[in-house]
Nanobody
Framework: QVQLVESGGGLVQAGDSLRLSCAASGRTFSGYGMGWFRQAPGKEREFVAA????????YYGDSVKGRFTISRDNAKNTAYLQMNSLKPEDTAVYYC????????????????WGQGTQVTVSS
């Protein structure tokens, strides 16, 4: 089973950028689609972005489309989430996870969740 560790979160101002990293260890990173989700206090976990293993096809939630970019570096066993033009409503704990199959937009299609990294965007 793959283990995932997120990093790169922090406190930024609206309009700033951050890049989150998701480092994988254990079982090989290759062959897995990867996803990012986020959860704000009192809210359900929300799909942010995902990238497939085959052809690196990307998927984005409507609220981040055009501002966030997901990528992966298989040689480094790391997935990334570049977040630009951050807004206060992007404030949440961000989690990465490995895709186990099925709908990329659904958290139930992912496993091996990381511990999360906090992103706070001030206005």
């Amino acid at each position: 089973q793959v283990q995932l560790v997120e990093s790169g979160g922090g406190l930024v101002q609206a309009g700033d950028s951050l890049r989150l990293s998701c480092a994988a260890s254990g079982r090989t990173f290759s062959g897995y689609g990867m996803g990012w989700f986020r959860q704000a206090p009192g809210k359900e976990r929300e799909f942010v972005a995902a990238i497939s293993w085959v052809a690196a096809i990307t998927y984005y939630g409507d609220s981040v489309k055009g501002r966030f970019t997901i990528s992966r570096d298989n040689a480094k066993n790391t997935a990334y989430l570049q977040m630009n033009s951050l807004k206060p409503e992007d404030t949440a704990v961000y989690y990465c996870a490995a895709h186990s199959g099925g709908n990329y937009y659904s958290a139930s299609s992912f496993y091996s969740w990381g511990q999360g990294t906090q992103v706070t965007v001030s206005s």
